[in-house]
């Protein structure tokens, strides 16, 4: 099936329309019409080749809300016009250890992403969610239970969401704990609303003044310019988990100093560049930890959606017709956005 799409034929063109192939559904598969797909920064560094090893032509984006428009013959769990979700993931081995336990993040075969990762569909890998639909197997498919009207601002939720709330739900933020969220852009803001909801005290850590009100109204209880010697040393030792969604390189010191025992400073962000080695001794005399979080399994990813649509919270966006892609990249290089880009798909007809 022919479905027109946005993508790059290089790491050094603009992204420019296409006409892309789409599989029929098989028997287990949903075909679902995409509205809003939002816009991460991990399509900018795919799209430009800036981690290596991108499969051109590449049509990233895997933040995506659609309707289901087909279902295969053995699809029970979905019907035409449900309002549903795609992540990061539309497949993995299915049975190894970590996709037994819902960690299809973890596959130990690999999981397949939504962009591309190799495929037996044409051209070979994966085309992800600047497209106008896909077809994706019915266990990788999430039901949204939110109100039509905030469809584009739940797009976010499906990458930016699920890699803030994993974190926090493994190291139990909830009331009478203590969390910190270091950054305050696409993944941060997430992690402020998301820590709030979830009952904890949230102290937000930025490098600008300028953001203090705004980490505020999203809900954050306390707010720390982190470039402040004094307001950084007020927190010593008070943390028991501090989510970093900084992907930029620095000084991890910092922030393990906040931590108290058995803290943990858990890092969503993989920078350009390494970190500077931290100091061991640090967390060894504190019994701390340095750890990392990878998106979210697909139950993890739906529990978040269900808890969203509870509580009423979806990312905060700016909609973009596709054809200000490159602009809208050029923006987030700059962190001009508050806080994620949410591409309409009607435009991708234009």
């Not at 039901?143 to 739940?154: D, G, K, T």
């Amino acid at each position: 099936m022919t479905t027109k799409a946005y993508g790059a034929h290089a790491a050094d063109k603009p992204l420019e329309a296409l006409d892309i192939q789409r599989r029929a559904p098989g028997a287990h598969d949903v075909q679902i019409d995409i509205a809003y797909c939002g816009v991460c920064h991990s399509d900018l560094h795919t799209v430009r080749s800036e981690w290596g090893g991108t499969l051109y032509p590449c049509v990233p984006g895997h933040e995506i809300v659609g309707h289901v428009t087909a279902v295969g013959s053995d699809v029970a769990g979905f019907k035409v016009g449900d309002t549903v979700g795609v992540g990061c993931l539309v497949d993995s081995c299915q049975h190894c250890h970590a996709c037994d336990d819902g960690l299809e993040q973890y596959c130990e075969n690999g999981f397949t992403g939504t962009y591309n990762s190799a495929t037996k569909d044409a051209p070979g890998h994966t085309l992800g969610g600047y497209s106008q639909r896909i077809v994706v197997d019915e266990k990788f498919v999430l039901r949204i239970r939110h109100p039509e009207s905030q469809l584009a601002a739940v797009a976010p939720l499906l990458c930016a969401g699920i890699t803030t709330w994993s974190p926090l739900r493994h190291w139990n933020a909830g009331p009478g704990k203590k969390v910190g969220i270091v950054g305050i852009g696409g993944l941060g803001h997430m992690g402020i609303k998301l820590a709030h909801a979830m009952g904890a005290h949230v102290v937000a850590f930025t490098t600008s003044e300028s953001k203090r009100q705004d980490a505020l109204d999203l809900g954050a209880d306390e707010v720390v310019v982190s470039r402040n010697a004094d307001e950084m040393k007020a927190h010593t030792g008070s943390f028991g988990f501090i989510l970093n969604t900084v992907a930029a390189s620095h000084d991890l010191d910092a922030f393990t100093r906040l931590l108290k025992r058995d803290g943990t400073l858990c890092l969503v962000g993989v920078p350009e560049h390494a970190h500077p080695s931290p100091n061991v001794a640090a967390l060894i005399f504190g019994r701390k930890a340095i750890a990392g979080s990878l998106i979210g399994g697909i139950a993890e990813t739906q529990e978040m959606l269900d808890f969203c649509a509870e509580h009423g919270i979806v990312s905060d966006i700016e909609l973009i017709p596709v054809q200000q892609i490159d602009s809208a990249y050029e923006r987030m290089v700059k962190s001009d956005v508050k806080y994620r880009f949410v591409i309409d798909s009607a435009t991708l007809a234009a």
